[in-house]
């Protein structure tokens, strides 16, 4: 089983559209949680940090469940430059060796 | 503020030539360091990781070698590349000591294709 494990997709909505990715991870010591976001032939970009209440930063909610092991990430009013790669990345605290990437969910939001 | 650089962003090179590709991180000091490697499609595996000048470790055996000569300077080698390293490299930084964030700062990455 995958440390971490995303949907591939791709994910085509339309714009306005709300769309949720899904994560899950198989370390239950896993400490911190992140979204990051990869343009097509770009590096990654912390997007958001994700906090065992659930946070939002405008249009973008990041979920945590601990118990069942899994990150989601929810866009609203999605908008034609949210079409990204977004990675979910899972950190075992105090460990240089920390974080590890899914391999990222696709999304494309069309005209 | 503090900013990361790595270079080459392109390069072809044939099969069983040298690879070096070089990353410096300016604002910081005593940074954790690391170079990942993306395939096509694929996510980001950790090649190497660095937490102080000299002190290099390998995630996955390969024909790829590390090297950290100064505090801010990080760099990716091979002495005969392969066919499958081909890839998308990507130096990144994190703050040292003390630091239980996860974010990661990555450089533009270095796309390599091995012909």
């Known amino acids: 089983r995958k440390e971490v494990e995303q949907d591939p997709g791709p994910f085509n909505v339309p714009e306005g559209a709300t769309v949720a990715f899904n994560c899950t991870y198989s370390?239950?010591?896993?400490?911190?949680f992140f979204w990051y976001r990869q343009d097509c032939r770009k590096e990654p970009k912390l997007l958001m940090s994700?906090?065992?209440s659930g946070n939002e930063d405008g249009r973008f909610t990041a979920q945590l469940n601990r118990a069942s092991q899994y990150i989601s990430l929810l866009i609203r009013d999605s908008k034609l430059s949210d079409s990204a790669t977004y990675l979910c990345?899972?950190?075992?605290?105090?460990?240089?060796?920390?974080?590890?990437f899914g391999s990222g969910t696709q999304l494309t939001v069309l005209p | 503020s503090q900013t990361i650089h790595q270079w080459p962003a392109t390069l072809v090179q044939p099969v069983g030539s040298p690879l070096s590709l070089e990353c410096t991180v300016e604002?910081?000091?005593?940074?954790?360091l690391y170079w990942y490697r993306q395939a096509a499609g694929r996510g980001l595996q950790l090649l190497f990781y660095?937490?102080?000048?000299?002190?290099i470790s390998s995630e996955v055996p390969q024909n790829l070698s590390a090297s950290r000569p100064q505090d801010r300077q990080f760099i990716l080698s091979s002495k005969k590349l392969l066919l499958s390293d081909s890839g998308f490299y990507l130096c990144?930084?994190?703050?040292?000591?003390?630091?239980?964030?996860?974010?990661?700062?990555f450089g533009e990455g270095s796309r390599l294709t091995v012909l």
């Open positions: 994700v906090y065992s």
């Open positions: 990144a930084w994190r703050p040292g000591l003390a630091s239980n964030t996860g974010e990661l700062f």
């Open positions: 660095s937490v102080g000048i000299g002190q």
């Open positions: 990345v899972v950190s075992l605290s105090g460990s240089a060796r920390q974080l590890t």
């Open positions: 370390n239950s010591a896993s400490q911190s």
């Open positions: 604002g910081t000091s005593n940074p954790n």
